[in-house]
């Protein structure tokens, strides 16, 4: 398959916005403040030709990658060939940089959940995750980046939490992380850790990608709890985790906004952008300055 190599200019954070028919137009009438565009690819799957022909123009504009949601790969049940496949004929059309998925379930027992699900942090869904991912590399020719995803209860019948459960996948797959910093944050609110911490314990060099996005309060099984639902503004904290991450990591970072609808007008989500590079460049200056300190 294609993969585009990494333009020059990949040596600094990228920010970037998720492509959804909605902002198109606003996308495409801001390409010079856009370094990078996400695009959902279980979309383009069964997507006319033109769409397709669409996305591939948009490829040849700009840095484009591609976001799977349908694999299921940290499960225990075997990656659906024909999804792979899929997957595999995009990316040599579409010729991404890089292609992602989450670290979820969203099958078993021949059911379809219909959404990503936390599967229980078990030494089978660990084996299970990394035979899938391999199955992915061989199939499409690069390993997917993998995303962390959030959940309103923890998955019961874990026996890791979820950094060890994350960091042991991590350990078996030759791709890399894609940090959800939203999900993140919910979870620690949700379960009461310490999200700082759980990027101290990520091996850094493994992190290659960010996702930003908004949620709500929402009541679930009795307690107040905080859902990923993507229709809201990034949160003041969820900025603050990206400037630790640059803080933290010494790789060039590339962090895509997520929007999934009740969609603000598009200078809205550029001055997001802005702020995502805000938060970057300050998390970089910390790095610089300690940097500075131990080698005095």
């Known amino acids: 398959m294609k993969f585009k190599h990494a333009r020059e ?27 990078v565009v996400e695009v959902i690819a279980d979309d383009l799957f069964g997507a006319p030709r033109d769409e397709r022909r669409a996305i591939r123009t948009l490829s040849a504009q700009t840095t484009v990658v591609l976001h799977g949601v349908s694999l299921g790969l940290a499960s225990s049940v075997p990656v659906d060939a024909k999804l792979l496949e899929k997957t595999a004929r995009l990316c ?12 979820a379930f969203v099958r078993g027992g021949g059911v379809e959940i219909g959404h990503l699900t936390a599967p229980p942090r078990t030494d089978d869904t660990i084996e299970g995750a990394a035979a899938n991912l391999e199955r992915a590399r061989a199939v499409v020719g690069a ?15 874990s026996d ?12 078996s797959s030759p791709g890399g992380l894609l940090l959800d910093l939203h999900n993140l944050h919910a979870n620690a609110t949700n379960f009461g850790y310490d999200a700082i911490e759980f990027i101290k314990r990520l091996p850094s060099e493994r992190i290659v990608a960010a996702h930003l996005a908004g949620g709500k309060w929402v009541e679930a099984l009795g ?43 598009i200078e809205t989500l550029l001055r997001q952008l802005d702020r995502a590079r805000e938060a970057l460049a300050e998390g970089r200056s910390r790095q610089f300055e300690q940097m500075e300190k131990e080698a005095a």
């Open 9 to 35: 200019n990949t040596i600094q954070d990228r920010v970037g916005l998720g492509w959804r028919p909605e902002l198109a137009v606003g996308i495409l009438s801001h390409l010079d403040r856009i370094d």
């Open 92 to 103: 040599e059309e579409v010729g991404p940089e890089y292609w992602s998925e989450h670290l």
């Open 143 to 157: 390993a997917p980046l993998v995303e962390n995803i959030a959940t309103l209860i923890d998955p019961p019948g």
């Open 160 to 171: 890791y939490d979820e950094i060890d459960w994350i960091n042991r996948i991590i350990d």
């Open 223 to 265: 307690e107040r709890r905080l859902l990923d639902d993507h229709l809201h503004d990034v949160p003041d904290p969820v900025y603050r985790l990206l400037t630790e991450l640059a803080t933290l990591t010494s790789r060039p970072l590339t962090v895509i906004l997520e929007r999934d609808g009740a969609y603000p007008p």
